[in-house]
């Protein structure tokens, strides 16, 4: 949609999805780097131990709370997703690496056509002042293998910064409800940080169409991180291995496997730029108008009879806008 003008663009309802875990003293970067009008901030938190919870409430009162049903970034955001209410729905960490006002370089390259728009630090106009040599190696050999094995172009596997249209996400085949089995490590399958790999293979699986968007990844401001880059960089590997060999020949499918039926190729894949776009560089709110509503904590169990009401078509969904249903 870059040829028409900010004001007559319908503009889609974004959710921002943010997992926290110990995260009061970044909270305030985050929320203010996000941008005006947001649909709705969903924080998904696993019973951090500090003032997290406090600190959302009192600086976005608006913003939903849930609490997550297991342990591990994976869980979270499928809690997050399993939530969310609007047609777009944004993935950013807590602990203000990410710049969420990076956010409308991402919707301008769904809105372009788009299905699916993934971070990368290593396209032109990305950058990271984060990562280490032994992490940025580890996600080059990643990131070469996924490209063997699903014929795709990505240039940056392991990055957290995602957007894509909600209607997808039955591709995605994440279960934030269930009771799943842990693997050796005591992390059910998924819960973990392989999460942004399960992510990126599961949609070259489906054939969506991918952009790339630039992004600058900042050092996280406080608190230490979680990742392991021995130990997470091989279970990204299994991840890769078990999805592309296991996960057919046992018949154990996720939604986005039938779709290979009907499609041919890789899938399509494009690099989107950071700036350029006239909604990117647009001062219009990304949302329409949305009450705020008081601050609470949801169990993630009671959303799921929603969930099931979406998978069995009996509720209807606005389709995002200037897309076709699938």
């Known amino acids: 949609m870059g040829g028409q003008s900010c004001s007559s663009a319908p503009w889609p309802r974004i959710s921002v999805v943010i997992p926290t875990l110990n995260e009061a003293?970044?909270?305030?970067?985050v929320f203010a780097a996000l941008p005006s009008d947001i649909y709705e901030i969903i924080v998904v938190d696993g019973n951090s131990v500090d003032d997290t919870l406090a600190v959302v409430r009192k600086l976005r009162p608006d913003?939903?709370?849930?609490?997550?049903?297991r342990s591990g970034k994976g869980n979270a955001l499928a809690c997050g997703w399993l939530a969310a209410t609007g047609d777009i729905i944004a993935m950013i960490d807590a602990d203000g690496s990410i710049d969420a006002g990076e956010i409308p370089s991402f919707v301008s390259a769904l809105l372009d056509g788009a299905d699916f728009?993934?971070?990368t630090r290593f396209a032109k106009g990305g950058g990271s002042e984060d990562i280490t040599r032994l992490r940025?190696?580890?996600?080059?050999?990643?990131t070469g293998v996924v490209n063997l094995l699903y014929g795709t172009k990505y240039t940056d596997l392991c990055y957290g910064f995602n957007v894509f249209w909600r209607k997808h996400l039955s591709v995605l085949g994440f279960d934030a409800a269930s009771i799943l089995a842990a693997d050796r490590s005591g992390c059910p399958w998924g819960d973990g940080f392989e999460i942004e790999t399960l992510i990126n293979i599961r949609v070259a699986a489906a054939g969506l169409a991918v952009a790339e968007v630039p992004s600058f990844e900042r050092s996280r401001?406080?608190?230490v991180s979680n990742l392991s880059a021995f130990s997470d960089g091989i279970r990204v590997l299994c991840t890769i291995l078990y999805e592309r060999f296991i996960v057919p020949r046992q018949g154990r499918r996720f939604p986005g496997w039938r779709l290979l039926t009907h499609m041919s190729g890789a899938p399509s894949h494009s690099q989107a730029p950071v700036a350029g776009q006239s909604w990117a560089n647009s001062s219009s709110s990304l949302n329409g108008n949305r009450p705020r509503?008081?601050?609470?904590q949801t169990q993630i169990q009671e959303l799921?009879?929603?969930l099931r009401q979406r998978d069995t078509g009996t509720m209807t969904?606005?389709?995002p806008p200037d897309q076709k249903e699938t």
């Open 117 to 119: 728009a993934k971070g």
């Open 293 to 296: 509503s008081t601050a609470g």
């Open 25 to 29: 003293r970044n909270l305030p970067h």
């Open 136 to 142: 940025g190696l580890g996600n080059r050999m990643l």
């Open 304 to 306: 799921a009879p929603i």
């Open 221 to 223: 401001m406080y608190g």
């Open 317 to 319: 969904v606005p389709a």
């Open 63 to 69: 913003a939903r709370i849930v609490m997550q049903t």
